[in-house]
């Protein structure tokens, strides 16, 4: 059984809080939060990290279920491409990337499209490590997703190997997890025909 218990805080409070730190970096940044451009950069700084982190603070998405009239086996089911934004818990940066899930479900009903693709945003939706986000969402589908086995696949950006550090604007990492109940030949199927689409950042260009 799935529980996800948010995180509940007084939001008022707690973010002037966070602002007052903000503003504290800016300045051993060595530049002024008083000056014009900066003001409200502590506001906006935090509101961007709340909306980036909402998972931490919002229930699971709700998934509905719809029947397959007179069909007793629906076969496998395939979302391709669900774009998701997240950041690194080690950095606080942008991770940015796709996720293909795989799926058969136990029975003739199937949840509506579009619930996948919400509890891949709401699960990416907080810091997080690939790895463990891609491990995360095959456990957490197969269970919301009523499925006799989940297989899933992310390929991201990471901005903190981009832009800083190694700085390779052409790195990119892959992971893939899945759930039991799926059979040696569909898993050595799956990896081999499985694909995820890679985001793309233009950073440098000659104009």
């Not at 707690?14 to 950069?41: C, H």
């Amino acid at each position: 059984m799935l529980t996800h218990t948010p995180v509940l805080v007084d939001r008022n409070n707690e973010q002037e809080e966070a602002e007052k730190y903000v503003r504290e970096i800016i300045r051993v940044l060595g530049d002024d939060p008083d000056r014009p451009g900066l003001r409200e950069t502590p506001r906006r700084f935090i509101n961007a990290l709340l909306e980036l982190t909402r998972g931490l603070r919002e229930p699971p998405p709700t998934v509905k279920f719809f029947p397959m009239e007179g069909n007793e086996y629906v076969g496998r089911i395939s979302v391709n491409d669900i774009e998701f934004v997240s950041v690194c818990e080690h950095h606080l940066l942008p991770v940015i990337g796709t996720v293909t899930v795989v799926y058969e479900p136990l029975n003739s009903e199937v949840p509506g499209l579009s619930k996948v693709a919400r509890y891949v945003k709401w699960l990416a939706a907080r810091p997080m490590l690939q790895e463990r986000f891609t491990v995360r969402l095959a456990n957490e589908l197969k269970e919301a997703l009523h499925a006799r086995y989940v297989y899933v696949k992310v390929c991201a950006l990471h901005m903190c190997a981009m832009i800083r550090g190694v700085k390779d604007e052409d790195m990119y990492m892959v992971t893939e997890a899945w759930t039991d109940g799926i059979s040696s030949d569909e898993l050595r199927e799956l990896r081999n025909s499985v694909h995820c689409r890679v985001p793309r950042i233009v950073l440098t260009k000659e104009y």
